[in-house]
């Protein structure tokens, strides 16, 4: 039960921590802003993270994602994982990674699993090993430690505790874990945008061992990476039959803000200008979408929002709407209500998408 501290409403879906209310962050962000910009701060210290990214003019640039950091001598980015020596950036590089990973029995709980190869045999027989789910082959997925926003419901928040940890891994160490029975990779975290250089360097290097075999290669993000890498995943996800999965958190720019601390903006460009691909591959779909509904944030009206972009791109889009499980920050919100759900659901089929769906039902309330 939190209370907003601009309206004075308390209820279960206020969450306590950021302390504002949905309704005076869209009417009311001139005050709402500020005090949503200093329950980041403090998730962010609370792991040693820049509180905001770092603008220092005599720094170093990072411009991998939409935080485009300048990092000052000693400093660090905001993603937490490049570090200013000198005036050279050290940390992770397209070799060396901030990551775990393993092998996931497919068909597993992936937010393209409804219609993606692994799940479905989409795209057989260039693309899957079946012509439905492929029982008996495995997803190595992979689980980046760093993030370039900082939800406050993060349901991996755990990863921050390994951001800032000298050890890396080699990206040959990766790409030699992929056996005979690994059909796909998909980097997930996290998130793969601030190691990018990395997962690109990992994926050729396993597709070159496949030597033409199957070995989709998918990435699940929250699309703040800069174009020129966003050019670089579309070419390897669309020769592989894998597909780039876009988390899209808000569509108002203020709730984006307030729930992740980073704008939406870039995310917005990616996905139109990775959906002008679209055509060239509709089958697996190259493409996915999904948005968890945050209770008390996230509503109809983001949904409606986001459904309607992405119906404006390609109607074929496929997109689904997750139910929310309390975490990190927000743990003293209520899982996502059914009715929530299926407001949303039909919410997103009015915008004009085709292909939507709830999934993590096992969740709702």
């Known amino acids: 039960m939190g209370t907003c501290l601009l309206c004075k409403t308390t209820s279960p879906f206020i ?24 329950a980041h701060a403090r998730s962010r210290a609370a792991f040693g993270l820049p509180e905001e990214p770092p603008n ?41 990674g901030k990551l775990s990973w393993y092998h996931d029995p497919l068909p597993t709980n992936c937010v393209a699993d409804w219609v993606c190869p692994g799940g479905t045999g989409a795209g057989y027989p260039k693309f899957a090993h079946r012509p439905g789910p492929e029982a008996g082959y495995s997803n190595l997925a992979v689980f980046f430690h760093a993030c370039s926003f900082n939800c406050l419901y993060c349901q991996n928040w755990q990863y921050r505790r390994e951001t800032q940890k000298p050890a890396t891994i080699p990206a040959e160490a990766l790409a030699a874990d992929v056996d005979d029975r690994t059909s796909c990779i998909c980097y997930f975290g996290g998130d793969p945008a601030p190691q990018l250089p990395f997962s690109l360097k990992a994926s050729r290097l396993a597709l070159d061992r496949r030597k033409g075999g199957i070995l989709r290669i998918c990435w699940e993000t929250n699309g703040s990476m800069c174009e020129r890498l966003l050019d670089e995943m579309v070419e390897i996800a669309m020769a592989s039959g894998g597909c780039i999965k876009f988390d899209l958190k808000a569509w108002n720019e203020n709730v ?35 948005t968890l509904l945050v209770p008390g944030y996230v509503d109809e009206e983001e949904v409606k929002g986001i459904a309607g972009f992405l119906a ?49 039902v096992h969740l709702l309330t």
Not at 257 to 286: D, F, M, Q, W, Y
Not at 319 to 339: E, I, N, Q, V
């Open 312 to 360: 404006s791109l390609d109607p074929a889009i496929p997109y689904s709407l997750l139910a929310f499980h309390p975490h990190f920050y927000m743990s003293d919100l209520p899982r996502t209500p059914g009715d929530l759900a299926r407001e949303c659901l039909r919410a997103a089929r009015d915008a004009g998408l085709a292909n939507v769906r709830i999934g993590n």
């Open 15 to 38: 969450a306590g921590e950021l302390s504002v209310c949905l309704r005076c962050i869209r009417e009311n962000p001139k005050d709402a802003m500020p005090l949503a910009r200093k």
């Open 56 to 96: 220092d003019h005599g720094g170093v640039s990072c411009n991998l994602c939409v935080n485009e950091c300048r990092i000052p001598e000693n400093g660090i980015g905001y993603c937490g994982v490049r570090r200013n020596v000198g005036g050279k950036l050290e940390g992770v590089s397209p070799g060396e």
């Open 256 to 290: 984006h803000v307030a729930l992740t601390g980073v704008t939406n903006e870039k995310t917005l460009e990616n996905l139109s200008r990775a959906a002008k691909e679209i055509g060239k591959r509709p089958v697996p779909p190259l493409l996915v979408a999904s």
